[in-house]
């Protein structure tokens, strides 16, 4: 699949057909060995999962989006994001490579001082720490300083770039509400866009520079350690191997690793499992605070202490279970360091007992071998980092798939809604279906006129709501044409207003952030909603969902059209918590303020009939689909 930036995102896992394809089953039959067969499978997943690392890492070092910036004391100027990256990126690794040659440098400083120390040369002594130790020590410490800085500022634009763009696509063609029907794994977007994505950063950028650095030493200390180990022979023998030391290194490192992996495998599903729990019940405490009246109301206090116990002990169950794994991986890794400590001191001591070599070229070999071993042992050290942050990796490449599977939801519906010159609204050959397939209403020829109120009624689930999802575009199981006006604006009040964070002017104006609404006109539309104790609060920050009743919050709802003042408002039981007497008075308010609006209503109350002059309902037919069929209604009220 196709990300908006050009580059491709995996959907998931291979399906039957990938996993069955003529290369597998060619390297299955290859060698039927078990152990053929783990290192297959293992390699086949550091495959995945580095290709899943490098489609959520490759999209910010390749935009070609501008943007502006300044290094003090120069002006500011403009240039593609990708150009900082990659210069910070690029900085930070330089910086690395040239602290690897420091500490070349610095090891035959030890071997030269250790010599010093052996010969009593007490000249050479003060020299080396003088003239070698303490200058390459303080470009050491003014390195790490610069690195520190430009690779935190490299960290900062990278989450603020992916955090923006995944916002972006997450509320782009509505995928943040279709992806509650694509079935995916979807489960707490707010923690993958706010957590995630700082840890895969973090984690992402701490790794590749763990890695560069552990590269650049294997490499520069293996030169050393295999010069020193060349005329070495193993121990006890007269068996002459060639770089001794790096070979002895290697096969230590390689089976420790192996060891490391078959105890702490486990680690990664438990870590993602640990996050999703996290995440789930953080949000059931925030649902119990929004809903926190009607649980009171319920008397559920009870059923939430019980249903939070459930989710609480599952998230420490799993816990545990990381404890124990982890405790096993420790008491492996713990002892391995400790013995790491004298290992490289016991294979050269032979040697220098022998007099074969001096106390400095003995130490520099122990801290060469150190390093080279350290080094191969990288995935030792980092194992619990890696197995986390697989668990992060795959939490944002499920998220991306479920997104692109919402885009697609959308694409390949059959459903479409645009607009036709004219000024009616009209349904042609509509069918609409539920998640699962099923058909549950069709309206094959359906003409809504300008000017002309509107009332639908039905019974619950005959599909009323789910005909105004389809009008207004979101709606994506069905077929058929939605024709609506051209240039025309469509507002749509469902029961349940949404009250965002921040303000009451923010909320009263919601979705217009362009603040083209002076205090005024907003007062006024308030006083109009029979709220004029909320006409003085407008610089007020409150949890407003939670400080208004519902009945104030469709009347806030009422006040946006009123701002806002749509070509067609469609009201989804936009009055159902308001009395009888309120309701009236409103819908003749919205009448007279919106003369050139046209309602379109879902209602069951008998009164609202006398305040539109059509009414549809929703009948059933004999194979149980509603189709909308007009019945006479009596004359709007004034």
Known sequence: MVLPWGCRMAAGPPGPAARHSPAVLAAAHTDGSPARSALETAMHGLKQALLQIWRLTYPYYTTRETTEVRLWPLPAIRMQERWIALLMAATVIGIEFAQVAINVRLS?????????????????FWSLLFSVFCVWAAVYVASAIIQYVIQSFLRIRWRAWMTRHYVDRWLGGDAHYRMGFSGAQTDNPDQRIADDIDQFTQTTQSLAISFLSAASNLISFSVILWNISASFTVPGTDWHVPGFLVWGALIYSGLVTWITHRIGRPLIRLNFEQQRREADFRFSLARLREYGEQVALLGGAEAEKASLRGRFGALIANFYAIVDRRKKLAAFTTSYQQVNVVIPYILVAPYYFAGQIPLGVMTQTAGAFARVESTMSFFITFYVTLADYKAQVDRLTTFDASMERAVAMGAQSRLRVAPRDGGALHLSGLGLDLPDGRRIAEAQDLTLRPGETTLLTGPSGSGKSTLFRAIAGIWPF?????????????????????????????????????????????????????????????????????????????????????????????????????????????????????????????????????????????????????????????????
């Open 478 to 638: 069905g077929e058929g044409e939605v024709a609506t006006p051209a240039g025309a604006r469509l507002m749509l009040l469902p029961q349940r207003p949404y009250l965002p964070m921040g303000s009451l002017r923010s909320a009263a104006t919601y979705p217009d952030a362009s603040g083209r609404h002076d205090d005024a006109a907003i007062r006024e539309a308030l006083e109009a909603a029979r709220l004029p104790h909320l006409a003085g609060r407008l610089d007020e920050d409150a949890p407003w969902a939670q400080t208004l009743s519902l009945g104030e919050q469709q009347r806030l709802a009422i006040a946006r059209a009123l701002l806002a003042k749509p070509d067609w408002l469609f009201l989804d039981e936009a009055t159902a918590a308001l009395d009888e007497p309120t309701e009236a008075a409103l819908y003749r308010m919205l009448r007279q303020r919106l003369p050139d609006t046209t309602l379109v209503s879902i209602g069951h109350r008998s009164t609202l009939g006398a305040f539109h002059e059509r009414r549809l309902d929703m009948t059933p037919r004999e194979d149980g689909r509603f189709v909308p069929t007009d019945v006479r209604a009596p004359v709007a009220a004034q």
């Open 108 to 124: 035959y400083f030890n071997r030269d001082w250790f010599n010093a120390i052996q010969g009593k040369d007490a000249a050479a």
